[in-house]
């Protein structure tokens, strides 16, 4: 099966019949479902886990709740946002048992307690085919409104937290049955410290969750700021060793990092980093923001062609 | 595949991992996501469709549009609110291709329109498995409470909306390549107008979406509320002519009629149901509530013995 053009056919089909201001063009990974006094957006996300492509039938039942939990969190903090509460809708194979059941809502209930969510209704359905877990998460942003990926501004810097290609290399290694960290954040994966949201909403002017890989959600950016994005890939925090820039290309195109991309003025930069360290977080400046509409990476000075293959698609 | 145990599972794992005011206990179908000015309930459902199981892989795609919203609006209507805000989130299988995705938005924006909600967000992923649609809608309240299931009070009418049993004989219709309106029903519900969350939130104790069957939502509604639910038989608006008790309890096993099952005081009952009637919604009263925690079903004044099978589960 090929891949799925989500982008095109949201551009294509579903942004014509959501026109509403709260739909924010579809643009980004949040909607926004009402103000909460005092002037702060109510937002909300949701993301969608299928076995076999986001997950494997093998994976503990406990990671398979952690993971849906966290995806979607990921999506509220990197707006700014708390994440408050959960809907939850399970399609049920026969292989997924009570047992496993049972051991899904363990990771998922202790999830939700360390996230401070609340789950408050879903669904449960039966299927003839793989188990597919859907979320709805809200979320309280921190300041007026959601810190957007079309915020943008030249000059400013452009940041990371944590690290780059975990989830490609965890992927590879959640394959190939090899337990690594990268596997276990293939399954589980570390997102940033709730402290995040305050430090986007404090500093940043763009931020986007990186789902699809450093140089997909580097280019959601550019576009939609109408900015170029200028990434120097040797200041990158990969998640290993990288030996070649083909390499880190690899990196950067793989799925499932969950850490969070950000411009803020250069100005900020400072004080964004040592209030991110005091969280536990680490920010790391990996370029910045110029005039045009292109992404342009470069290795030690050189200019990299940009890959064809932009991001992770999760196809199969 | 057996069914799923739905309330089985729900009641054993979901609810103590769900313990926030706001999850209502989940005995509702939706749950508080905050409170907005005037001291008004911003509320949420989810439901998912799965092919082969709640819908079938012939059917016209704009029909599973207007499917996913519908069943999730009558939901928020039978709280007592307005809808207002919807995220949607699609697994897509390899067969449903860029043209059958463009004939479902068109469906689904016709029915936006129709029902005055906006879309504002979602997720696209692909599956190897079934078509999976799933939907988030939230919804105003018009009165300081959602209209839960547990309001029951004894001495109360027990009213439904429009007629009981379309969408059991849809389904059969549908399966069997009959084109029919029950089989339309079954593909596009027919729900209640608008106004009925105007005529819950005005008059009703108690309500429920009857989306699994008249029989297992009045055990629904009596369980939560503590009270014994009292059906006439005779009186339920039947679909299609019943020619025996054994097919009133057919119809009223049968899962998909979306309409209301609701309980209001005997001296509001004129009222609501005149208030209804303006709006084009037929209410009929079809029993009674009482003391004990037992449904108690009649036909011309004789016991009928509940059946077995509670109601309908979507299973294969």
Redesign the interface.
Known sequence: ????S?FD??S???K???T?E???S?E???????S??PDRP?I???????????FFRGDPPETLGKKILRVNVSDILCNGAVP??A???V????WFD?PR??RF?GG??HD?AQWNV?????????????L?L?M?V?GSCLSPNPVARSGAMVGDAVCVSGTIGAGYQGLDDAKAGRDSPFARHFRVPDIPAPEIAEILSAHANAAIDISDGLIAEAIHVGRASRKAICLDMETVPWARNCASVADMIELGTGGDDYQVLMTLPESKLDIAIKDAASAGIRLTRIGHVAAGDELQLKHRGKIVPVPAKLGFV???
Chains 1, 2 share one sequence.
């Open positions: 099966m090929g891949p799925v989500e056919w949201i294509k089909y579903l014509p019949i959501a509403s709260g739909a924010m579809l980004n990974d949040v909607g926004i479902l009402a909460l006094p109510l909300a996300t949701m993301d969608t886990l299928v076995e076999g492509v986001h408050k509460d809907l939850l809708s399609a049920l194979p026969d009570e059941f049972e809502c998922l209930g939700l609340k789950l408050v209704g879903g669904d449960l359905v039966s299927t003839p085919g793989p597919v859907t709805t809200t999760h196809g199969n």
